[in-house]
C-alpha cells in the first residue's frame, strides 16, 4: 500500500487556546502516522499496514461515510472480528462525530436487529462471514440500515451482504478528509451493549475524554509501548477491546491481527511476529494451557498477558506463570470502558512461592490510575465496609472513565449512578493492603442456612484438582437449606475416572463443609460470547436436576 500521509496530518486535532483541546483518541492516530509512518501499524496474515496507511485509509472512510450524510450523532454499526477494517473504524467514525457500535459477532440475529434499531444505526458495515445473521436481522428491521460488507479472504463461508463492498466504498473516499476531534470530550465516540444476560440489552455510551483517559491508562498499566506487538486475542467488539484499539495505536505499537482464538493459531504468531502483550478472559487462558503439547511452544521472551471479565482462578495465573507468561490481572465490567482496576504487583511478591503468589494475584486489586477511586460499600447505608478482608460489600467507582449512561434508559443510568457511585453490582471485600477481592456477583451468591457461599471460592478449590479444567458452581435449590452449592466440571481431556464421589471428598478436604458442593455434573460449560460461564443456565440445570 502506498504510503498517502499528508502534510493536513501535521495540524492539531481543534483549533482553540493555547491551554485546552478536548480529549479525544483521534489525536493518538494522528500523531502515530505523523512519528511513525513507515512502521507497520497492524498485521493480517500477510497483509501490512503501515501508520501512514492506517491513518489514510481511517479517513478515506471518514470521507466516504460523509459521502453517505454520516455526521455528528449519527450511529454506525460494525459487525466484524479482529481485522484492520475493525480498526479503521475506530477512528474513520467517531471522528466525523459519529458513534461506532461494534456489535458482538456472537450475536443471534433478533439481538442484532434490536441493537440496529435501539441504536438507530444509519449505516451496519458486516463482514461477510456473518452474512446468514446479518441478512436475517435485516429482514426483522422496519427501517434497515445501508450496510456496507468487509469481503476478508481469511472469512471462512458467508456470501454478499448489502450493496456496497467496503473497499470499493472507502476507495472512492479522500485520503486527506478532515481530522478533527470533538467540539466537547463529553460527546459520545461509541456504543456498547452488555451481554444483557439478565433482560435486553443495554446500550452504554462511551465518551471520547474517557475513551482517551482509559487507553492510556491501559497502556501504562500493561507497559505497552512503540515496540510492543499486541496479538488480538480479545474481541474489539468488547468494550472496544478494552480500549487497546486506541491505547496501542497512542503509544505507535504494532497491531497483530486475529480472526479466531485458537491455541494451535496463537502459539505461532507469538513467535513468527515478537508478540509482546495479550489480553483474554480467562477462558482464553484455559485454551492454552490444555491446548495438545504438539501446538504449545515456549518462547525466548515473556509474553505479558491481562487476563480479566472474569475472575481467573489462581491456579490458571500458576499455569501461564510455569508456560512462560506474565500475567496482570484486571477486572472492569462494560459501564467502565473495560478495566478499571489492577492487581498491582508489588515488589515483596517476587520472594513468595508460586501459589501463594498467584493467590495474591488473583485479586481484582486497586484502581487504575485514570479511575478516580474504587471501594467497597454497603449499597443499603452507602458506607465504606471496614478493610478486614471479611465484610462483604458492591463494589463501586467513580471518576473519568465512567460511562454517560445507558442510551434511552434514564432509569436504569440513576439506579446505576444512585449516591454518586457506579454500582457494580459484584460483591467484593476489601483486604488490609487496600487491595479488593470479588467474590461473586450479587446475583450469583449461594445462600445456604443463611450463610452466604462464594461460588468463586468453591471454583478456586475446584480448579486446582489435577483431572479438572474447567468449574463453574451455582446455587441449586435444597428442601433444608434453602440453597446449596451445585458444581459443574469439565474433566480434562485424557482422565476418565473422575467421579461425583470422588470431587465432594475432595472439596470435603479443602473448604469448610457447608461450603461444599451438594451435587457435581459433568459436562463442557456454556459459556458467552465474550468468554464468560453462563451461570443463568448452569442455575436452570441446577434446578431442573434438583
Ligand atoms: P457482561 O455484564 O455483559 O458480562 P461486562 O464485560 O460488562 O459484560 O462484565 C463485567 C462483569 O464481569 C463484572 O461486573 C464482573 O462481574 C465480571 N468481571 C470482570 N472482570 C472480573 C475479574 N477480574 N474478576 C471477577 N469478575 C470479573
Redesign the pocket.
Known amino acids: 500500500m502506498s504510503n498517502e500521509l499528508s502534510s493536513a496530518a501535521n495540524e492539531p486535532l481543534a483549533k482553540g487556546p493555547a491551554n485546552y483541546t478536548p480529549l479525544s483518541p483521534m489525536s493518538f492516530l494522528r500523531r502515530s502516522a505523523q512519528v511513525y509512518p513507515d512502521k507497520t501499524a497492524i498485521i493480517h496474515g500477510n497483509r501490512r499496514e503501515s501508520y501512514a496507511d492506517f491513518f489514510a485509509r481511517s479517513r478515506r472512510l471518514a470521507s466516504a461515510l460523509a459521502g453517505q450524510g454520516i455526521g455528528k450523532g449519527d450511529t454506525v454499526a460494525v459487525m466484524a472480528p479482529n481485522i484492520p477494517e475493525m480498526l479503521e473504524c475506530h477512528f474513520g467514525i467517531p471522528v466525523l462525530g459519529a458513534i461506532l457500535n461494534a456489535i458482538n459477532i456472537r450475536l443471534d440475529a433478533a439481538t442484532v436487529a434490536f441493537i440496529l434499531e435501539h441504536g438507530g444505526a444509519k449505516v451496519f458495515i458486516a463482514d461477510r462471514q456473518y452474512a446468514p445473521i446479518v441478512r436475517d436481522a435485516l429482514e426483522q428491521m422496519a427501517n434497515p440500515p445501508i450496510v456496507i460488507d468487509i469481503n476478508d479472504p481469511q472469512a471462512k463461508g458467508g456470501g454478499v451482504i448489502g450493496d456496497l463492498e467496503y473497499e470499493t466504498f472507502i476507495a472512492a473516499g479522500d485520503p486527506e478528509h478532515p481530522w478533527q476531534g470533538p467540539a466537547d470530550e463529553w460527546e459520545s465516540i461509541a456504543l456498547n451493549y452488555?451481554?444483557?444476560?439478565t433482560g435486553n440489552?443495554k446500550g452504554?455510551v462511551y465518551h471520547h475524554r474517557g475513551a482517551y483517559l482509559n487507553a492510556i491508562g491501559n497502556a501504562m498499566t500493561f507497559g505497552v509501548n512503540a515496540e510492543s506487538r499486541y496479538l488480538w486475542t480479545l474481541p474489539m467488539f468488547?468494550?472496544n477491546g478494552w480500549t487497546y484499539t486506541w491505547g496501542v495505536t497512542a503509544v505507535g505499537g504494532t497491531h497483530v491481527c486475529l480472526r479466531d482464538v485458537d491455541p494451535a493459531l496463537i502459539f505461532p504468531m507469538i513467535a513468527e511476529h515478537g508478540v509482546t502483550h495479550m489480553c483474554g478472559?480467562?477462558v482464553v487462558l484455559t485454551a492454552l494451557i490444555h491446548a495438545p503439547d504438539s501446538v504449545k511452544q515456549r518462547f525466548e521472551h515473556k509474553v505479558e498477558v491481562a487476563?480479566?471479565?472474569?475472575?481467573?482462578p489462581s491456579a490458571v495465573i500458576e499455569q501461564m506463570e510455569a508456560m512462560g507468561f506474565r500475567v496482570t490481572?484486571?477486572?472492569?465490567?462494560?459501564?467502565c470502558f473495560?478495566?478499571s482496576?489492577v492487581?498491582a504487583w508489588q515488589p515483596k511478591w517476587g520472594e513468595l512461592p508460586l501459589d501463594t503468589r498467584a493467590a495474591k494475584m488473583a485479586r481484582?486489586g486497586v484502581e487504575y490510575m485514570t479511575l478516580e477511586a474504587q471501594d467497597i460499600i454497603d449499597p443499603d447505608t452507602m458506607t465504606p465496609v471496614p478493610a478486614d478482608g471479611q465484610t462483604i460489600g458492591e463494589?463501586m467507582l467513580r471518576g473519568n472513565t465512567v460511562m454517560k449512561g445507558y442510551l434511552k434508559n434514564p432509569s436504569a443510568t440513576d439506579e446505576a449512578f444512585r449516591g454518586g457511585w457506579l454500582h457494580?453490582?459484584?460483591l467484593a471485600v476489601k483486604h488490609p493492603d487496600g487491595y479488593i477481592e470479588?467474590k461473586?456477583?450479587a446475583k450469583?451468591i449461594i445462600i445456604s442456612g443463611g450463610e452466604n457461599i462464594s461460588s468463586?471460592e468453591i471454583e478456586e478449590v475446584l480448579y486446582k484438582h489435577p483431572d479438572i479444567m474447567e468449574a463453574a458452581v451455582v446455587a441449586a435449590p435444597h428442601e433444608r437449606w434453602g440453597e446449596t452449592p451445585c458444581a459443574f466440571v469439565t474433566p480434562i481431556a485424557e482422565v476418565g475416572d473422575l467421579t461425583a464421589e470422588k470431587v465432594i471428598a475432595y472439596c470435603r478436604d479443602n473448604l469448610a463443609h457447608f461450603k461444599c458442593p451438594t451435587r457435581i455434573v459433568f459436562g463442557p460449560l456454556p459459556k458467552?460470547s465474550?468468554g464468560?460461564v453462563q451461570k443463568f443456565a448452569l442455575r436452570d440445570t441446577a434446578r431442573g436436576t434438583s
Do not use: F, N, W
Open positions: 452488555t451481554s444483557g444476560t440489552p452504554v468488547h468494550c478472559a480467562p487476563t480479566g471479565g472474569a475472575a481467573p490481572h484486571l477486572y472492569g465490567m462494560t459501564e473495560g478495566p482496576t492487581c481484582q463494589l457494580t453490582g459484584d470479588i461473586d456477583r450469583d468463586l458467552t465474550t464468560k
